[in-house]
């Protein structure tokens, strides 16, 4: 529900347009108020119509039998929203990938990377994502070149960031996909703000992230 101070404008709004021989307005009021149904159009704008009229308006389209019936239903919907009302929480975030073959894609983060298909969506297949663990990558497949030439890897622009808990854990998964043969943009390295990190290629030049604490 609209708050009450923006139901008074409207209020006021309908008052104007009766005042000024708005002729649509007319069969707003003959609709809403039972006491103008039996009225034409002009004998409705020649008819006296008051600002409490306007709000028994703004009331009845809303379902209430008046404006105090209004009042007291929004007073008590705000109240209840206030109690009920909770901040609301960021449950998940996933990186877009843009592909030019949604299979090969989905074979390579699978036997190379170690993540499972969520779902393929299209016939044929457009969309889709792959998971490990907590990460989830979505990938959407494109016809023709979304970056101008290597300034991806010219500016190292990254496509996803993934994180590992440990030290050892990044190290592992370095190891892991090294003996996978995967394709590095940037081999382990460990970087002046205490983290330890590599890139990995993946067919289409996307640069991904994988990330962890250096000890």
Request: aromatic share 10%; charged share 25%.
């Amino acid at each position: 529900m609209p708050n009450l101070e923006n139901l008074k404008k409207q209020a006021k709004q309908y008052l104007r347009w009766h005042r000024d021989r708005y002729h649509p307005v007319a069969a707003e009021i003959r609709a809403a108020l039972p006491r103008f149904r039996h009225l034409d159009d002009n004998q409705v704008l020649e008819a006296s119509f008051r600002l409490s009229d306007a709000q028994e308006l703004v009331a009845r389209q809303l379902g209430f039998e008046g404006w105090q019936a209004l009042k007291a239903g929004a007073q008590a919907m705000n109240t209840q929203l206030k109690h009920a009302m909770t901040p609301p929480v960021l449950s998940g975030t996933e990186a877009q990938l843009y592909v030019t073959d949604l299979k090969a894609s989905c074979d390579f983060f699978t036997s190379k990377l170690g993540f499972t298909v969520d779902f393929v969506y299209g016939d044929p297949p457009f969309y889709g994502m792959v998971k490990r663990d907590h990460a989830r990558l979505c990938m959407r497949l494109v016809c023709e070149p979304v970056f101008v030439g290597n300034i991806r890897q010219r500016e190292h622009l990254l496509s996803a960031s993934i994180t590992v808990d440990a030290a050892a854990e990044i190290k592992q998964l370095f190891l892991e996909y090294q003996a996978a043969g995967v394709g590095f943009h940037q081999g382990l390295k460990k970087e002046p703000w205490g983290a330890r990190n590599f890139i990995v290629l993946d067919p289409d030049g996307n640069l991904i992230l994988f990330a962890g604490p250096a000890d």
